[in-house]
C-alpha cells in the first residue's frame, strides 16, 4: 500500500471527522496530493488538493466552504478536515500523491500515481 489513509467512520449529519493520509516508508513532502471520493454507484470524484507546501489549495464545489485540506510536511501527513457533513458526503475517501509538487483546478485522478486504501465515511441523517 502506499499510501495510508485513516480517520473514517459514522458520523451524524452536522458532524465533522478529520482524515489523515500518510505514506509508508518514505515521505512525499516534495508531492502534491489529493483526495477522492466514491459512493456507492457512483464514480469516483475529486474532493480537494494541496501542493507540496501548502500553499495552494483546490477543492470541489460541493465540499467548499465545508472541507479544509492540509498538510504537515513535518509530521509527513495530509489531512482532510470535513465539517458540517451531510448524508450526501458518505463514501469511501481515497487519498493520492502526484509525482509533482503542484497541482492545478481540473488536474485528473489520472495524474496522480499512488494511491491509498480508501477509508470509508458514512453520514447518517
Known amino acids: 500500500v502506499q499510501l495510508q489513509a485513516s480517520g473514517g467512520g459514522l458520523v451524524q449529519a452536522g458532524g465533522s471527522l478529520r482524515l489523515s493520509c500518510a505514506p509508508s516508508g518514505r515521505t512525499f513532502s516534495s508531492n502534491a496530493v489529493g483526495w477522492f471520493r466514491q459512493a456507492p454507484g457512483k464514480e469516483r470524484e475529486f474532493v480537494a488538493a494541496?501542493?507540496?507546501?501548502?500553499?495552494?489549495?483546490h477543492y470541489a464545489d460541493s465540499v467548499k466552504d465545508r472541507f479544509a485540506i492540509s498538510r504537515d510536511n513535518a509530521k509527513n501527513t495530509v489531512y482532510l478536515q470535513m465539517n458540517s457533513l451531510n448524508v450526501e458526503d458518505t463514501a469511501v475517501y481515497y487519498c493520492?500523491?502526484?509525482?509533482?509538487?503542484?497541482?492545478?483546478?481540473?488536474?485528473?485522478?489520472?495524474?496522480?500515481?499512488?494511491w491509498g486504501q480508501g477509508t470509508l465515511v458514512t453520514v447518517s441523517s
Open positions: 493520492a500523491e502526484r509525482k509533482y509538487g503542484t497541482v492545478v483546478p481540473g488536474t485528473p485522478a489520472s495524474s496522480y500515481a499512488y
Open positions: 494541496i501542493n507540496w507546501s501548502g500553499s495552494s489549495t
